[in-house]
């Protein structure tokens, strides 16, 4: 598989009851810095994700495939896009390879598809980290938890609480570093966070919205 880059996704500004995060056709060339072009990467995700959803509506269940689908927390936004960016501690530009979501500590995060639990452990600038493997070289990742709640092979379902947000590893407060690996390269997460729908409802009531990175 090609590398995958940077969709600009914006994040909005904490205490707007109304707002929203409407992830684009495609990224904003000025939002990249000079010299750098940003790739047409957010219909690529969506393609996968429809080929990938049609198989998990059929033969997935026969060869043990499942699409994460839904929303790792039930109600999102954003504080950091996928894609090239500052990064929040270090300062300088890197590419991060997921979202970060941010919300109250302790609040429960869902596993987004079918799945065996490939590692669950503290792993570096991700702090408390869970991995899930789908099927088909699919794998989603979650990070900085406060705490997870399940063990390395243990069976999980779309839905089921896998752990709670906090602010474990390199992160500036509490939120959840969220990915979506296919073959072992990092795409878009947004596609597979609302199923067809590519609106997340902004978060309420957060003055400061953290985010952080193993990366």
């Not at 790792?72 to 950091?80: A, D, F, N, T, V």
């Not at 890197?94 to 596993?111: E, F, M």
Request: charged letters at 20%; one cysteine or more; glycine letters at 12%.
């Amino acid at each position: 598989m090609t590398g995958l880059a940077a969709p600009a996704a914006h994040a909005v500004e904490a205490g707007s009851s109304d707002a929203s995060i409407t992830v684009p056709d495609e990224p904003d060339q000025d939002s990249f810095p000079a010299g750098m072009t940003a790739p047409t990467e957010n219909q690529e995700a969506r393609a996968i994700f429809q080929a990938w959803k049609r198989l998990d509506t059929g033969l997935a269940a026969n060869i043990g495939v499942s699409v994460p689908s839904r929303r790792p927390i039930e109600q999102m936004s954003l504080s950091s896009s996928y894609g090239m960016r500052v990064h929040p501690i270090t300062g300088k530009l890197a590419r991060h390879n997921g979202v970060d979501i941010p919300a109250p500590y302790g609040t429960p995060i869902y596993a987004t598809a079918d799945g065996i639990v490939g590692r669950a452990q503290r792993l570096g600038g991700y702090g408390n980290y869970v991995e899930i493997e789908h099927g088909n070289e699919i794998e989603t990742r979650y990070g900085h938890m406060s705490s997870f709640i399940v063990r390395s092979g243990q069976q999980v379902k779309k839905g089921d609480v896998i752990g709670y947000v906090g602010s474990t590893g390199r992160s500036t407060g509490n939120h959840l570093h969220y990915e979506v690996r296919i073959e072992g390269s990092p795409v878009n997460p947004l596609p597979f966070c609302a199923s067809d729908s590519m609106t997340i409802a902004a978060m309420t009531g957060h003055k400061k919205l953290a985010m952080g990175g193993p990366e």
